[in-house]
């Protein structure tokens, strides 16, 4: 589950402290943090969704494998992110860490007991189930209504204000997690970096080309204003 965790309009809580949840909160609540390694499964589609998950360090990606093989991502989450918060009782996607990847968690029982005593926590839930609405409606509409060139500006856009630091955006994922996030090939996804580099939209720093930098926000959010 996506989770956007700031925002220019109001508070979101970037953390489970910042939800009320901490070991000295509540004698019944017990936070627990594991490591997995890079490519390691954290829950599968379909188990018992029976805790709730924080990126501590690392990177996660949630995904669905489509009858005919191919992987369909549906959200990256980040440093900070809580995610695996669901409305049913099950897993709707499969967690997996994309690097070597910390993450704290907690009993959802216990989070739900707490959200029945305290109306800050219960906001803050409320608020983080909308916005994973929001994303997977703006993820639909980038699918289903943008051009490859525009499907990676709007990926770009995401990640700037989600992980730029220094001026830098330092990409955890691989092109192929990004092409399967977009509904690309990953020659699709190569041509269009190129494409943007050969504009002097962006850079790329070190020889993997997962450090980029934006040279031109503007020219890069017209592009993603055209559609």
């Known amino acids: 589950m996506f989770v956007r965790v700031t925002t220019d309009l109001a508070y979101r809580a970037t953390s489970l402290g910042e939800l009320g949840i901490t070991n000295n909160s509540n004698r019944k609540i017990r936070l627990n943090e594991f490591t997995y390694k890079k490519g390691t499964e954290i829950y599968g589609e379909n188990e018992p969704a029976d805790y709730v998950y924080q990126v501590k360090a690392g990177a996660v990606r949630s995904y669905k494998l489509l009858s005919d093989g191919r992987r369909q991502i549906g959200a990256f989450h980040l440093v900070g992110d809580i995610f695996g918060l669901e409305n049913g009782s099950e897993h709707r996607f499969t ?12 009993k959802r029982q216990s989070l739900e007991m707490v959200a029945e005593s305290d109306a800050m926590v219960t906001r803050n839930l409320l608020s983080m189930t909308t916005d994973n609405l929001q994303h ?51 020659e699709t996804v190569s041509r269009a970096l190129s494409r943007l580099h050969e504009l002097d939209i962006i850079g790329f720093v070190g020889s993997n080309q997962r450090q980029i930098v934006l040279l031109n926000r503007g020219q890069l959010a017209n592009l993603d204003q055209q559609t």
């Open 95 to 106: 967690a997996e860490a994309i690097q070597n990847t910390t993450v704290r968690l907690i």
């Open 136 to 186: 997977a409606e703006n993820h639909m509409l980038l699918l289903g209504r943008k051009t490859s060139l525009e499907r990676v500006v709007a990926f770009l856009i995401e990640m700037d204000r989600r992980l730029t630091a220094a001026g830098v955006i330092p990409l955890p994922m691989s092109r192929r997690d990004i092409a399967d996030y977009l509904g690309l090939t990953l």
